[in-house]
């Protein structure tokens, strides 16, 4: 039996605003992974003066929900400040596409947590963080358990792909359990520096595979 989706969110499925890339995007993040069933990546174009959102696109991969709210949520924030943008959550989200089946609200959080997230990376590589504390181990981590580990299904601390941190001087290394030519080497690293690069004292992140 097919699921009761509202015709808003249909609307968004079969059209969805804002879809794409900004290619030199003041901030992005990532949050989910195909592995996982859903992913939804958010770029951002924020005016340096008013801090009004100016541009916003996303890539999605996922069901009509992943889709919809991706699309709902980038109409939600065009336009308005970040400390605005920040405000939104998922039951703003849902509300505007006529609500969401309760086994896909967490499509709404994931496209939440992506804009969250791709704003708390513009104020890290702007300078608007207000308490500027040094980047350690537990923040790395932190912003790790993020990343998925598409062979599990799971992050990549908790499935411990990760094997070692390393910070200093504004430098970061991580080691990570696989072979660098792993057919997901490639996606891991990169979503390994997303997650990293943005924090306001990190100058280069550097990942080294290791399983050769």
Known sequence: MSLPYTKKVLEHF????????????DAQAT???????????IYLKVDADSKVIDDIKFESYGCASNIATGSIITDLALGKTIEDAKKLNWKEAAN???????????CAVLAVDALRTAITNYEHKHGLVLEK?????AVVIKRLSRVI???????????KLVQEVK????????????PTHHQFSSNIKEEIIERLEPLWDVEHVEVIFRGD
């Open 14 to 25: 079969k059209h969805p605003h804002n879809v794409g890339k900004i290619e030199d995007a």
């Open 31 to 41: 949050e989910g992974s195909p592995a996982c069933g859903d992913m939804v990546k």
């Open 96 to 106: 505007a596409l006529g609500g969401l089946p309760a086994v896909k609200v967490h």
């Open 133 to 137: 504390k040094p980047t350690t181990e």
């Open 149 to 159: 580990n598409p062979l599990a299904g799971l992050d990549v601390v908790k499935t």
């Open 167 to 178: 910070i200093e001087s504004g430098n970061i290394t991580v080691w990570v359990e696989m």
